[in-house]
């Protein structure tokens, strides 16, 4: 597998939250960095050495509602 993506967005509570698309794989943080390092830990936890991909791709996702 070359690569990963999760989807981030912010947190109703505060912080951020990341899913990965086609994998049972979630986190959360405070902030970004923290995020990144958050994401990072989960994908080692849940892919063996081999099986590990080389990319991990985030997409910011931002929901806003606006009003015609």
Known sequence: MKEIIFLVEESVEGGYEARALGYSIYTEAEDLEELKGAVREAVRCHFEE??????????????????V
Do not use: N
């Open 50 to 67: 081999d099986q590990m991909p080389r990319i991990i791709r985030l997409h910011m996702v931002k929901d806003e509602v606006i009003t």
